[in-house]
């Protein structure tokens, strides 16, 4: 097997392994996949994995499936970006196919309720370090400012009802200004 064949395939087992054994959403997935991929294989670093994530986040569609993508790409290019996505989508696709003819039959038992509260639990707990451990990382890289709006902005979507939409524009404007004032005052000083 060739090297990038040999990639592809770590690719796919990776990505299919994470999908078909996590339970709730992408937000589950992602503490998986910065285990799997930026402290077992050492592909992407620390602070490349936290950028992937935000950008999967902002990206329509399953943040699974946007991670997916973006760590395949930047593994082994296209290739690599369709081989994650395989390996992210089936998973899910089998178990829903399978679950779907018996889940009429166990909707109402009383294990399975009990079963789909343990896994909700389970979720809440996965999520719940999924903000504690990324949240650290993003406190510690950056300035009073950043904390600031994302603060506010949390604020606004939560308290005011403001549209997202509306708050990712004004954060990436407000990015946009704070990046070049920081360019120009280090074209300055130099």
């Known amino acids: 097997m060739t ?48 950028d992937l994530v935000a950008i999967a986040e902002s990206s329509p569609g399953a943040i699974a499936v946007n991670a997916s993508i973006l760590v395949g790409y930047h593994a082994a290019g296209p290739l690599g970006a369709l081989t994650a996505v395989a390996g992210t989508v089936l998973p899910p696709l089998l178990i829903i196919t399978a679950v779907s003819y018996f889940y009429s039959a166990v909707r109402d038992h009383p294990v399975a309720a009990m079963a789909m509260n343990g896994l ?30 994302m603060l506010a902005a949390f604020a606004a979507v939560r308290f005011w009802n403001v549209n997202i939409v509306l708050v990712i524009l004004a954060c990436g404007m407000l990015g946009a200004v704070s990046t070049m004032a920081r360019r120009r005052k280090e074209r300055l000083e130099r």
């Not at 592809?8 to 503490?31: M, N, Q, R, Y």
């Not at 979720?123 to 890289?141: E, H, K, N, P």
């Open 120 to 149: 909700l639990a389970g979720v809440a707990a996965v999520v719940c370090d999924v903000v504690f451990t990324m949240g650290r990382s993003i406190l510690a890289q950056h300035s009073f400012l950043a904390v600031f709006i």
């Open 3 to 50: 090297r990038n064949g040999k990639l592809c395939w770590t690719l796919f087992s990776s990505t299919f392994k994470l999908s078909a054994g996590t339970f709730g959403g992408g937000f589950v997935i992602v503490p998986l996949m910065r285990e799997r991929f930026v402290r077992q294989l050492h592909w992407i670093e620390e602070q490349e994995m936290l």
